[in-house]
């Protein structure tokens, strides 16, 4: 009956701290039960003296004495009280273990915020059973409960402060952060959520430009490649068609000069052959002569000298051709050799032409040196009247253009500047090298480029040249020079010269100002990436004038 007794009571005989059959239990005034060792350490460590399962409060710690008849009763019947959960298993690599497991500990299925400790099924029980344990604050496992917990008041974070951006418990907000703007965490959750959300999208979006752009990058490199491809076979099939042809003419001229060399050589040793005869003839005559200039007889002498010497018949009257070089034909080898010379220092540039994804490869020779060389790229130049601001003046063919005091009648029309005394030329110039020559008079003049977009109309500065993104310019003023572009200025120090020559290298992206008098110095040199075709320009300050020089290649 006893054992029925004990069987129908196990809570009676459980310790609510370890959950475990009481082990030396003590009763305490408030009627509850508990191993004397769990319910000592239970006081020691809380700043309070209360019952771990009522928590009714005692004004002074109650002397704990062993429950005899308990105990006696205990060890007589006593059974496990806790047996294993079917679904526990023991903790694993990377699992949170129950806190309160002796020896091999039992894998966690909850964490508490407010105890704070980690539960296996069993000793999650109370809980869900003891009143005064149903309202803690239970989450998913958790190893990392401290960070969870206010460093100061070792409370559960369950608030957030707007004010200082920090988690902080219900002391913190009652104390240090009284005042302060808070919420709850849940509710601060949902505005991150949003923000999280937002944020995502915006990841998402940046995500899906950077994919289109691996896809086109990808898709331009391998256009990339068929054009390089295609290139190379072509400069392949060029190149070997000029090494067989140099070959075959090497191989002809050779033949040639061997053919000739054969001809002379037969010449001249048919020449030596007859030399050879006519010296043994010369020679037994001179042994004749020899002869009878010493005989005694006075009258063969004098019968034998009457033939003293043959004619000299040079029958082989022929000239030996011994230096077979050509002026003419080293002079044009010469010429093709420093033509392979200079197509060897080209440069490889990708110009990608409106309409075109892929970038198409072509050969750029080196820029030019000399101004001789400069001129081989002269682009004549035509100001654009219907660009031209009212306060300038065009003459010479409209190759001339001068501020006025006075404006001009000009109609109206939308490419006009109205506030800034600038002008356009009518050439758009694009995937293509360019050079062109100005005089320059006054005491502040602009010489530039620009895209068709640039603003024509107010005085702001998307209307000047080389104050914005969509120009560039050479400003010369006071007789130094700076250059603008983007509103940024650069000075350059350097003798003033009022020629200047403007090159421009399309496609390599590249913009050259010099100063031309006897030699071409650089002032200075734009390299960027041209999107647009270019429009030269002009800017005018008090009495200046410009005149676009008109040149050719054969000027210098």
Known sequence: MAEALLCGSQDEFTCSVCLDTLTDPVTIPCGHN???????????????????????????????????LLNEVIKKFKRPRLSFHPSQSFAGVGDVECDFCTGKKFRAVKSCLTCPASYCQTHL?????????????????????????CKKHQKSLELFCKTDQTCICMMCGMT????????????????????????????????????????ETRRT?????????????????????LIRCIEEAHKKLTERIREQEKREMETAEGVMEQLEKEIEALKRREAELKELSETKD???????????????????NLTVTADFSSEDLLKELSGLIKCLEKISQWDILPFTPSGHEAPIFTLQPPEPQSREEFLQYFCPLILDINT??????????????????????YPDHPDRFDYWRQVLCREALTG???????????????????????????????????YNDMSWCLQCSHSQYSVWHNNKRTVISTPYIPRIGVYLDWPAGSLSFYSVSHTMTLLHRFNTSFTEPLYPGFGFGPDCSVTISHLTPCDH
Request: a positive charge; charged letters at 35%.
């Open 298 to 316: 006075h009258l063969h002498f004098t019968l034998s000298s009457r033939c003293v010497l043959l004619a000299d018949e040079d029958s082989l």
């Open 432 to 466: 293509t090298r360019c050079y062109w020559e100005v005089e320059c008079s006054g005491r502040d003049l602009m010489i530039g480029v620009a895209y068709k977009g640039l603003s024509r109309k107010g005085r702001g500065v998307e209307c000047l040249l080389g």
């Open 221 to 241: 490199t391998e256009q990339m490649k068929i054009s390089v491809e295609r290139v190379m076979v072509e400069h392949d099939k060029n190149f070997t068609a």
């Open 125 to 149: 029980q109370p809980h869900y059973e003891i009143a005064a344990c149903k309202g803690h604050k239970l989450v998913d496992p958790d190893r990392n409960l401290k960070e969870k917990l």
């Open 34 to 68: 508990f191993c004397l060792k769990c319910l000592t350490n239970y006081w020691d460590q809380s700043q309070e003296c209360s019952c771990p399962q009522c928590r009714h409060t005692f004004t002074t710690r109650p002397e704990l004495n062993r429950n005899t």
């Open 176 to 215: 240090e952060h009284d005042g302060h703007e808070k919420v709850e965490l849940e509710t601060e959750r949902e505005e991150k959520q949003k923000q999280l959300g937002a944020t995502l999208s915006e990841v998402r979006r940046r995500l899906e430009k950077k994919e289109k752009k691996m896809k």
């Open 388 to 409: 031209a601001h009212r306060g300038l003046r065009l003459s010479e063919g409209n190759k001339k253009v001068t501020r006025e005091g006075r404006k001009v009648e």
